[in-house]
Structures are given as structure tokens and as C-alpha cells.
């Protein structure tokens, strides 16, 4: 199959002068994602797939967007008549500030992945960890319920990650962040699902940790599931997230990295006997609830794999 081309990335100043341009456009762009990097995107690719499968005449765009430029882009987008977006790093936190209104799952997340422009107004829902808990189910045939997990990240997308494992009750959470007081304020947050009577042996069913190796490595042998959310693998020069000697082959290894087939921390895990898998499921995944919330239609799977594939 031909490769398709990357999509063409805008920036602020392309919005602030978007009439002038929306005029030129055959099909009128709606719906975009928003984020900093965004060149890696396949977000576009899928939701155009999407798009064109049900036949609804509008196009999702690529936007890189900063932080300091949120609040302009997203009234710029309301003015221009966009419908949607999608928010990846490193907005997913910030822009909850920015909602007029949230969905109940966002409010207990406290990030976002997506936004609703309806009747002037942004509304913001989370649907990372529903992509989350499908990809885990698809990839590795379990659920998260009966699933130790360390999480490596605090940010917007751990989020949501680390609720959907927490809310399915999983038997084990460790959060592990570069920044140990994001990952404390994280578990904090999700102290109430842990409160039950289910004890594991000595170590705690929720716990935040730094990222030195030393403390990964007495979490090892307690976890089942080793997911990273940080960006740290987006190039394929970076090291691996975590060393490669700390795994073990009895793990399932998660990189919600999608850019690289094989990411450094998925190529560490093989070469250790692990199974791993990249986070192009959970794209596809998370990416079909937010078709559904936007356009209120089935998402158009098959498509938008297909498109994936592609990529
Ligand atoms: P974010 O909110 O900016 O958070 C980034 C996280 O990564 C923070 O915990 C940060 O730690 C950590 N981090 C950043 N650079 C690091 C480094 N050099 N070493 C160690 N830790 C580092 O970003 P996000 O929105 O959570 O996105 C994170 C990643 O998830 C992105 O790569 C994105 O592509 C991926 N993602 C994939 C999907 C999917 O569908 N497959 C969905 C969502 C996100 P500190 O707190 O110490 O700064």
C-alpha cells in the first residue's frame, strides 16, 4: 500500500488569519489535534479515514499549539467554527482550566483529551483510559483487574491511565515519575478505589516511587504490566525509559508511544524475552470514543486500523 502523506501542520499564526485560508479549502476543516510536538501525529490520518468512511464532508487538522498560546487557539477555533479536537502533550492538564464545562470522567481525571465546541461553548472529556483499557485487553488478552501495574509518568495522559486501572479495580498500581511529588499528588487522587479489603502481601497496592533504578527494581518482581507515558522514546535515538536489565520476561511491557514500531523501551523488553506492544491500539481506541462523542455515530473501526496501518 502507498504510504500516505504526513499531514500538514498549522500553528497560531495560521489560525489567527484561518478565514482568509478556510476559504481556499474544497472540504472546510472542523476538527483537529492540538498539541506541541505534533509533527508524529497520526491522529489526522485516522480521523480523515474516519471521516471519508461515513461520509461527513470535513477534514481534521494538525495544530501545533504551546501552552501560553492555549487560550487564543481554542477561542480562535470557536470563532472559526471547528466542531472538535483532540489535546495531546503537554496540554492534556492545562487545558482543563480552559473548559466552560467537563464531562464527570474528566472532572475526576483532571486532564483532557478531547473537546466538544457546542453552542459556544468547549466541553472537555477523557478518553485516553478507555483507549487504554481496550489496547491492554487487545494486545495482551487480560484485563486490567487482574493486572500489577507500573505506571511511568504523571502527566495528562497517566492520568487518565492510572483512573481506568484504578476505577477497574486493579490489583496493583505504582505510579513512577522523573518529578516523585507528581506522581504523590497522582495516587492521592486515587486513594478512595484502593481503600478496600484486598491486601497483597507485603507491598502496597498503591504507591508512588521516583524513577532510580534501584527503586524500579524492587517493584519488578511485584508488577505484571510496565506501561510508559512519557514522551521518552518519541525518538529513536532517546534511551529507553527505563533500563533495559531491570526488566524481566515474565512482564507485559506497554508503550503508549505509537510514532516507532518498535520504541526503545519495546526493543529493550524484547531483547529480555518480554512481550510488548506499542500504543497504536489505544490511538485507534481512544480515538473512536472521541468520533462518538463528536459526531454521536458509531466510529468507523475498521477504517480508521486500516489508516493506521498505513501510517
Ligand atoms: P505530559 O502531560 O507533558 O507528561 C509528560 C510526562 O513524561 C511527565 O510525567 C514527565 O515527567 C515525563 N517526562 C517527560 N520527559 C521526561 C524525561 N526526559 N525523562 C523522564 N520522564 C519524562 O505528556 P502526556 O500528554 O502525558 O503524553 C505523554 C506521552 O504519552 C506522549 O508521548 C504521547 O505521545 C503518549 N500518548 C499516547 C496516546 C496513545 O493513544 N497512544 C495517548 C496519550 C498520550 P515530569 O513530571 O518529571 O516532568
Known amino acids: 500500500m502507498k504510504k500516505p502523506r504526513p499531514a500538514e501542520v498549522f500553528d497560531i499564526a495560521d489560525l489567527r488569519k484561518w478565514n482568509k485560508s478556510a476559504a481556499k479549502r474544497k472540504v472546510p476543516m472542523r476538527f483537529g489535534v492540538i498539541g506541541d510536538p505534533i509533527e508524529h501525529s497520526l491522529s489526522p490520518l485516522m480521523h480523515n479515514a474516519a471521516l471519508r468512511a461515513c461520509r461527513i464532508e470535513m477534514e481534521f487538522g494538525a495544530f501545533r499549539i504551546s501552552p501560553a498560546e492555549l487560550g487564543e487557539a481554542l477561542a480562535l477555533f470557536q470563532d472559526n467554527g471547528f466542531l472538535g479536537l483532540n489535546v495531546t502533550l503537554p496540554l492534556k492538564r492545562v487545558a482543563v482550566?480552559?473548559?466552560?464545562?467537563?464531562?464527570?470522567?474528566?472532572?475526576?481525571?483532571?486532564?483532557?483529551?478531547?473537546?466538544?465546541i457546542r453552542d459556544g461553548k468547549s466541553i472537555g472529556s477523557n478518553t485516553d483510559g478507555f483507549g487504554f483499557a481496550r489496547a491492554i485487553r487487545e494486545e495482551f488478552s487480560v484485563d486490567?483487574?487482574?493486572?500489577?501495574?507500573?505506571?511511568?509518568?504523571?502527566?495528562?495522559?497517566?492520568?487518565?491511565?492510572?483512573?481506568?486501572?484504578?476505577?477497574?479495580?486493579?490489583?496493583?498500581?505504582?505510579?513512577?515519575?522523573?518529578?516523585?511529588?507528581?506522581?504523590?499528588?497522582?495516587?492521592?487522587?486515587?486513594?478512595?478505589?484502593?481503600?478496600?479489603?484486598?491486601?497483597?502481601?507485603?507491598?502496597?497496592?498503591?504507591?508512588?516511587?521516583?524513577?532510580?533504578?534501584?527503586?524500579?527494581?524492587?517493584?519488578?518482581?511485584?508488577?505484571?504490566?510496565?506501561?510508559?507515558?512519557?514522551?521518552?522514546?518519541?525518538?529513536?535515538?532517546?534511551?529507553?525509559?527505563?533500563?533495559?536489565?531491570?526488566?524481566?520476561?515474565?512482564?507485559?511491557?506497554?508503550?503508549?508511544?505509537?510514532?516507532?514500531?518498535?520504541?526503545?523501551?519495546?526493543?529493550?523488553?524484547?531483547?529480555?524475552?518480554?512481550?510488548?506492544?506499542?500504543?497504536?491500539?489505544?490511538?485507534l481506541h481512544q480515538g473512536a470514543r472521541a468520533f462518538e462523542i463528536w459526531h454521536g455515530q458509531e466510529a468507523p473501526l475498521a477504517a480508521m486500523r486500516a489508516a493506521l496501518s498505513a501510517g
Open 97 to 116: 482550566e480552559l473548559m466552560d464545562e467537563l464531562d464527570e470522567d474528566a472532572t475526576q481525571i483532571g486532564a483532557i483529551n478531547t473537546v466538544t
Open 144 to 283: 486490567l483487574r487482574d493486572l500489577r501495574i507500573l505506571l511511568i509518568g504523571a502527566g495528562g495522559a497517566a492520568h487518565g491511565i492510572a483512573y481506568e486501572a484504578a476505577r477497574a479495580h486493579c490489583e496493583r498500581l505504582v505510579v513512577a515519575n522523573r518529578t516523585r511529588e507528581r506522581a504523590e499528588e497522582l495516587v492521592k487522587r486515587l486513594q478512595h478505589f484502593f481503600a478496600g479489603p484486598r491486601v497483597l502481601g507485603p507491598v502496597s497496592r498503591l504507591q508512588a516511587i521516583g524513577l532510580k533504578e534501584s527503586e524500579l527494581r524492587t517493584q519488578i518482581p511485584n508488577v505484571d504490566l510496565v506501561v510508559n507515558s512519557t514522551p521518552v522514546g518519541l525518538n529513536r535515538s532517546d534511551l529507553p525509559i527505563l533500563p533495559g536489565r531491570v526488566l524481566e520476561p515474565h512482564l507485559m511491557v506497554f508503550d503508549t508511544i505509537y510514532a516507532n514500531q518498535g520504541t526503545p523501551l519495546l526493543e529493550a523488553a524484547g531483547a529480555m524475552g518480554a512481550r510488548g506492544a506499542n500504543g497504536a491500539s489505544m490511538l
